[in-house]
């Protein structure tokens, strides 16, 4: 039986709600194509901290509302923020805010460790590209594109998006998306690795929510050690990343979800995990 409850945001720009252990999180300004806000974005911020803590959210789907993922910053607004106090900010504080910005909303998702999936029904352009990188597992209607978006407003980049996409795509391709700002079809995102799949535009939500919710339902320890094993990958040496791969093994096969796993193999069923 599919359990729901809605979460409040304090905002009606974006939309919460956790169901069978997934929680889907809905960047709700359709008519701006789902671009960041004074609002959405601090409510986005506190959402990725909230359901990444919550135990009974197994995974984090985000996704937008209408036609598009997510339209990065506020062009429009740029260059003429309506609050006061950043304008009169110092140079050194304005770096300052954007770090810490950054450090809660990208830097928050990369470290969740539970698995977090994006689905873009349209596009995903600069910050909102960023956003959907950060996740685990990207999935596209065929109708979406992605776009870096950055050097068409003469800006370099923020919210983590070179580091995540070089380690995405390869640093030339990185370069070459970067550089241009050009869109990017699903099809050729499908092909050089930005996304995992690309989906009829009306089965997007639905294949989406499937996949997070077979891993909301798995066992919740080791999909962290996964991620663990898998972020580690990046960082160390074969040795030490081979090292700690075989501490958490064993510490796995201590939990009631690895007896469970085992005996469910042998009972011919599917395991019903605990998180234990």
């Known amino acids: 039986m599919t359990t729901e409850t809605k979460i409040d945001t304090g905002t009606d720009e974006l939309l919460c709600v956790i169901r069978d252990r997934v929680a889907i999180i809905t960047l709700n300004r359709p008519e701006a194509r789902n671009a960041f806000s004074d609002t959405l974005t601090p409510a986005l911020r506190g959402m990725i901290k909230t359901c990444g803590e919550n135990p009974?959210?197994?995974?984090?789907?985000?996704?937008?509302?209408?036609?598009?993922?997510?339209?990065?910053?506020?062009?429009?607004?740029?260059?003429?923020?309506?609050?006061?106090?950043?304008?009169?900010?110092?140079?050194?504080?304005?770096?300052?805010?954007?770090?810490?910005?950054?450090?809660?909303?990208?830097?928050?998702?990369?470290?969740?460790?539970?698995?977090?999936?994006?689905?873009?029904?349209?596009?995903?352009?600069?910050?909102?590209?960023?956003?959907?990188?950060?996740?685990?597992?990207?999935?596209?209607?065929?109708?979406?594109?992605?776009?870096?978006?950055?050097?068409?407003?003469?800006?370099?980049?923020?919210?983590?998006?070179?580091?995540?996409?070089?380690?995405?795509?390869?640093?030339?391709?990185a370069r070459e998306l970067m550089f241009t700002g050009e869109k990017v079809d699903a099809a050729r995102c499908e092909a050089i690795g930005l996304v995992n799949r690309v989906v009829p535009d009306d089965k997007l939500q639905a294949e989406a929510f499937a996949l997070a919710k077979s891993m909301a339902e798995g066992p919740t320890l080791a999909l962290r050690y996964i991620k663990d094993n898998l972020d580690e990958a990046l960082q160390f040496d074969f040795a030490t990343a081979r090292d700690h791969e075989a501490e958490r093994l064993v510490r796995l096969t201590t939990t009631a979800d690895h007896k469970e796993a085992v005996q469910a193999f042998i009972d011919k069923r599917k395991p019903v995990f605990r998180g234990g």
């Not at 923020?158 to 391709?173: E, F, K, P, Q």
């Open 56 to 173: 009974e959210v197994g995974a984090l789907l985000l996704t937008g509302a209408g036609t598009a993922f997510c339209a990065g910053g506020n062009v429009k607004g740029m260059g003429a923020h309506r609050d006061k106090k950043k304008l009169e900010m110092s140079y050194d504080e304005k770096v300052a805010d954007l770090q810490e910005r950054q450090r809660l909303l990208t830097g928050a998702l990369v470290s969740v460790r539970k698995p977090t999936i994006a689905a873009l029904p349209g596009p995903a352009v600069g910050a909102g590209l960023a956003l959907a990188l950060a996740c685990d597992i990207r999935i596209a209607a065929q109708s979406a594109f992605i776009s870096t978006g950055y050097v068409r407003v003469a800006l370099s980049g923020d919210y983590g998006i070179a580091w995540l996409l070089t380690r995405l795509v390869g640093t030339s391709r």
